[in-house]
């Protein structure tokens, strides 16, 4: 399979079968890498009941004290995860493949201001608002149709979109505003 198809953009509706998916996860690593994990959290579009999505599990494991990234590395050898460089400060990231094919993101990140990161509030304020879930993933089958074969032009044209939502579940939590992306 070529890198281009490997990794298109490739929207699907909701399955209920995710939930389940990132809970037999949480269980094998959980096995893998405790006492390492404080709290482990289901995010990305695949976690928001009813929304359209990428079928790749997002998971977040927080940990306390966070570690370099060869630390995990090696916990995770025989997992199935390996390492991506993303260039991405305080946050180390690994990706779980099957015949080809990405299917989970494990996103290891500092325990402290886990409930403060953008990502978890964008997820909880849909969860709370469903018809923000539908333009959500009307919004994420048209950007699949205009960028499909280029995930990272496809992630930033929802920029606009994101940054609105998280806006408000700041406001809502009397956080201040940030940018979604650095």
Not at 43 to 54: D, N, Y
Not at 65 to 82: K, Q
Request: proline fraction near 5%; aromatic fraction near 10%.
């Amino acid at each position: 399979m070529s890198d281009h198809n490997r990794y298109a953009v490739r929207i699907v509706p909701y399955s209920s079968d995710w939930s389940l998916e990132f809970d037999k996860e949480k269980k094998l690593l959980m096995e893998i890498m405790a006492p390492h994990i404080a709290v482990m959290e289901h995010i990305g579009s695949t976690s928001i009941p009813q929304q359209e999505a990428k079928p790749i599990i997002d998971i977040f494991a927080a940990v306390h004290p966070f570690l370099v990234y060869t630390v995990y590395a090696e916990l995770l050898d025989h997992s199935g995860y390996r390492y991506v460089e993303t260039g991405m400060i305080g946050r180390h990231l690994f990706a779980k493949e099957l015949a080809g094919t990405r299917t989970h993101h494990l996103h290891i990140l500092p325990l402290e201001g886990l409930y403060e990161r953008n990502e978890l509030l964008f997820r909880d304020y849909l969860r709370a608002h469903p018809d923000l879930v539908k333009q959500y993933g009307e919004l994420k089958r048209m950007l699949a149709e205009q960028h499909g074969s280029d995930p990272e032009s496809y992630t930033r044209a929802k920029t606009s979109f994101i940054q609105r939502v998280v806006d408000w579940a700041r406001t809502e939590r009397g956080l201040p505003l940030e940018k979604v992306w650095d």
